[in-house]
């Protein structure tokens, strides 16, 4: 039986989140330059695109760039953001084919004005897409998310919008970048890396971590699906006994 057999199509999680790292070590094996790995990456993002839509995953969340990614050098936020105009450009065509539609959180207004705009095109364009929802993280950053919200909030008391008792985890979620989002269920980080880089703190909250030593640019449909199979294969308890599960 294939690995993509092997996925049993009912436990599927409702939303997979991946930190797409290792594309500069991805180049740096291989005598090339940092960019030529995001490049390759890139090609990754197709395919693990395609490969959840196919099998039937709701929501796929990217990290693509994070709020500490701006101190990188100059050339590499250039090229990276180039990079993202480029695809978003190629892409747009996949996303309408496979009725997938677009959404970014983060720092948007942070976004070079080029990238910003084609961003904001693609999303609209597939907005009333059903299939899949796919959201990319850029110029995201899980803390300044959560002041983003406290900030909101504290504004909405002062001005008695809403009273300090009515604050409960369901307001805090509907002033998260991913307020059309359900919490994540699967967070995948690829390039041996074991640690999360302010990424979705909130969101994790009772996510199955998986980490792999692949890195990204060679993450593929297969490296995929054995990440779901190991999901698959694990007991999601909630605080509860395993015997009240059953
Ligand atoms: C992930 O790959 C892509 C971004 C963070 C934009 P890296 O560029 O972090 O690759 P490594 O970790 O240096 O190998
Ligand atoms: C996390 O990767 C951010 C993205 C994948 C976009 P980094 O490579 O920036 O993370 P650290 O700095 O190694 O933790
Ligand atoms: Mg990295």
């Known amino acids: 039986m ?3 057999d092997q996925i049993l199509t009912d436990k599927l999680p409702n939303h997979v989140a991946i930190i797409m790292d290792g594309n500069g070590r991805w180049a740096k094996q291989r005598g090339m330059l940092r960019v030529l790995g995001h490049e390759s990456g890139a090609k ?3 395919d693990i695109v395609e490969a959840s839509a196919e099998i039937g995953i709701k929501n796929l969340t990217l990290y693509a760039f994070s709020t500490e990614n701006w ?6 936020v250039q090229t990276l953001m180039k990079l993202l105009v480029k695809s978003l450009k190629k892409e747009i065509k996949t996303l309408q084919e496979n009725n997938i539609r677009l959404l970014a959180i983060g720092c948007l207004h942070d976004l070079p004005k080029k990238a910003h705009q084609e961003l904001s095109e693609v999303i609209d364009k597939t907005k009333n897409n059903t ?4 959201t990319l993280a850029l110029s995201y950053g899980s803390r300044e998310e959560i002041v983003k919200v406290i900030k909101e909030l504290t504004d909405k008391v002062k001005n008695n ?3 300090v008792e009515s604050i409960d985890e369901s307001i805090i979620n509907k002033h998260l970048y991913t307020h059309d989002l359900p919490d994540v269920d699967l967070l995948i980080r690829t390039s041996g890396e074991q640690r999360i880089s302010n990424f979705l ?6 996510a199955e971590l998986y980490f792999t030593d692949i890195l990204w640019p060679d993450f593929k449909k297969n490296d995929l699906y054995q990440a779901l199979i190991n999901y698959q294969n694990r007991e999601r308890r909630f605080g509860k006994t395993s015997e009240q599960l059953s």
Request: aromatic share 8%; proline share 4%.
């Open 201 to 206: 703190l909130w969101q994790i909250a009772y």
């Open 44 to 46: 990754s993002v197709r």
């Open 2 to 4: 294939s690995l993509k």
């Open 131 to 134: 299939h899949m929802t796919l």
């Open 71 to 76: 101190k990188r050098p100059k050339l590499e």
């Open 161 to 163: 919008i809403i009273s």
